[in-house]
Structure formats: structure tokens, C-alpha cells
């Protein structure tokens, strides 16, 4: 069993930078791909960005060139860096691992983009 932890959330201006870290309580070598969703509220869970064992990244379109996804396997932590931050982008974002049929996912963190 593998549990997720997030953290780096916050309250931050418009334009402004967090980033996200999500730190397993186990391996997550073994994970083939792990990924950040988010969710705002009255509004579904979206996928964010995710990352494979082997490095291949996958963007929403609404934030591609903000947002990069990164994963240290050696540390067991996937990153989230998000800049140029919007209004848009408040929610809370959950970490997810996926390891053939199971799923993991994390507690979540809030990010707010106010001024």
C-alpha cells in the first residue's frame, strides 16, 4: 500500500508561483504513472498533468506552458510547478499514483490565486 501526502499549497497573487510536492510513503518507482488532478468547487476532478515511469508528460490545455510535472523516484515525491497563476486556477489539487489496477491517491492541497 502506498500512501500519498501533498503539500505546497496556498494562497497566492495572480502571477504568481507554488509548487506542489507529493511525497509517497513508499516506492514509486514501481508506479508507472503518477499525476495531479484538480478539483474546483461545483465543478469535476480534471487531470492537470501526469508523468510516466519512462518521463513522458501530458498537459491540459489550460495550463500548458504554467505548469510543469516532474517526479524524483529516488526522493518518492512528484512535483507540480505552476507559474503565471490565475483566478482559474484555485482548487484543491490531489496527488494520483497508478500501478496496473490499483490507485492511489492523496488527501489534496488548496491552492487560491487572489488578489
Known amino acids: 500500500q502506498v500512501q500519498l501526502v501533498e503539500s505546497g499549497g496556498g494562497l497566492v497573487q495572480p502571477g504568481g508561483s507554488l509548487r506542489l510536492s507529493c511525497a509517497a510513503s513508499g516506492s514509486i518507482a514501481s508506479i508507472y504513472v503518477m499525476a495531479w488532478y484538480r478539483q474546483a468547487p461545483g465543478k469535476q476532478r480534471e487531470l492537470v498533468a501526469s508523468v510516466t515511469l519512462i518521463g513522458r508528460t501530458n498537459y491540459a490545455d489550460s495550463v500548458k506552458g504554467r505548469f510543469t510535472i516532474s517526479r524524483d523516484n529516488a526522493k518518492n515525491t512528484v512535483y507540480l510547478q505552476m507559474n503565471s497563476l490565475k483566478p482559474e486556477d484555485t482548487a484543491v489539487y490531489y496527488c494520483?499514483?497508478?500501478?496496473?489496477?490499483?490507485?492511489?491517491w492523496g488527501q489534496g492541497t488548496q491552492v487560491t490565486v487572489s488578489s
Open positions: 494520483k499514483g497508478e500501478r496496473g489496477p490499483l490507485t492511489y
